[in-house]
């Protein structure tokens, strides 16, 4: 039940936004009752919290963290997940925007306990980048670049440009910026 209620309000947040998803519709979509939601979720911030925790972390995790780390070099990592991001959303013919970039959006003003959970998912994957990058240098690569800016940048390009891609429902816009970050 409570794996039934993160994969609802996890595709529910993602399509229609946190603050779009009642617990209602969340409810009937789960085929659940309010008390077998508030069992495990007392409240819908408390619902939201283990999503971002718990499905928008592992997302980055799998998506970014462990392609980059398994990566050649940090560049090879970040052209990899660019890539992929970019054919998978092909194959599915329209975007719908990063999870954590889109709760991002929403959410960061809304409660400090959404801001903190949110930034400390965007610090780790800026922490694995730059963690690359410092293992890099020691094999003798990329000796010019600062590690934390190389991470925010790469973090931020990606963030930017699925923003655009949303919004224009076009990839074209992830290509250019991988083209453009290669040359970074």
């Not at 595709?11 to 409810?27: C, I, K, N, P, T």
């Not at 009752?33 to 999503?51: E, I, R």
């Not at 990592?77 to 925007?97: I, N, T």
């Amino acid at each position: 039940m409570r794996r039934k209620m993160l994969d609802v309000a996890e595709e529910s947040f993602q399509v229609r936004g946190y603050h779009a998803s009642s617990l209602a519709d969340l409810m009937a979509a789960a085929g659940v009752s309010g008390g077998a939601l508030h069992h495990h979720f007392p409240t819908k911030k408390a619902l939201a919290l283990a999503v971002i925790d718990e499905r928008v972390a592992a997302a980055v995790e799998e998506t970014w963290i462990a392609p980059v780390r398994a990566a050649a070099s940090a560049r090879d990592g970040v052209r990899a997940v660019f890539e992929a991001v970019a054919a998978e959303l092909e194959r599915q013919g329209f975007v719908r925007g990063c999870p954590l970039n889109n709760l991002a959006h929403e959410l960061s003003l809304a409660n400090p306990d959404f801001r903190a959970a949110l930034a400390g998912i965007f610090a780790a994957w800026r922490q694995a980048l730059a963690d690359k990058i410092r293992a890099d240098q020691q094999e003798g690569r990329e000796q010019g670049t600062d590690p934390q800016r190389f991470a925010a940048l790469a973090v931020a390009t990606y963030s930017g440009a699925m923003s655009m891609a949303k919004a224009m429902q076009d990839t074209a816009v992830l290509r250019d910026c991988l083209a453009a970050l290669d040359k970074a």
